[in-house]
């Protein structure tokens, strides 16, 4: 970037990832689709993570 020229403008939302060959979270083979929620959503195991 140039010194005259410091601005920068990112885009994000819903369905950008996808279409730029990100993996999503919640699509049937996104990254959360390996998790069991009753798993990760659990008191005890989040204590133990954390």
Do not use: Q
Request: glycine share 8%; with cysteine.
């Amino acid at each position: 970037m140039s010194k005259k020229h410091r601005k920068l403008v990112i885009f994000s939302g819903a369905g950008l990832s996808a279409d730029s060959g990100i993996a999503t979270f919640r699509d049937s083979d996104g990254l959360w689709a390996s998790y069991d929620p009753f798993e990760v959503c659990n008191f005890k195991n989040w204590e133990k993570n954390y």
